[in-house]
């Protein structure tokens, strides 16, 4: 029996002029986007910057095929909710044994 991680990664293109606007776009998007799909999401870097950052979700299952569909909608929620542009973005998709907790 296997497990299957799935990983998305995306830098959020945002209009924002300062610090505080671009939080108030991208972490409101973060949680309604977990509140929609169960993943675990977290901005991971340019935190710092005005114009961009780097977010991610996870999403773990034993379906291949589930886990890879809901990573697929959720990263079109992620697009489509904000205000910003999603400028680049990757996919993953990991499969790990679980022959040894049977």
């Not at 990983?7 to 972490?27: Q, V």
């Not at 949680?31 to 710092?48: C, M, N, Q, T």
């Not at 291949?64 to 996919?91: D, I, K, N, S, Y």
Request: glycine share 8%.
């Amino acid at each position: 029996m296997k497990a299957y991680l799935g990983l998305y990664t995306a830098r959020l293109e945002t209009p924002a002029r300062s610090l505080k606007e671009k939080r108030a776009l991208i972490k409101p998007a973060l949680e309604r986007l977990k509140a929609r799909f169960p993943v675990s999401a977290a901005r991971l870097y340019g935190l710092d910057a005005w114009g961009y950052e780097v977010v991610g979700f996870t999403l773990l299952g034993n379906d291949p095929g589930w886990v890879e569909e809901t990573m697929r909608a959720a990263a079109r929620f992620l697009a489509e909710t904000g205000g910003f542009q999603v400028a680049l973005e990757e996919f993953r998709l990991e499969a790990f044994e679980l022959d040894g907790l049977l």
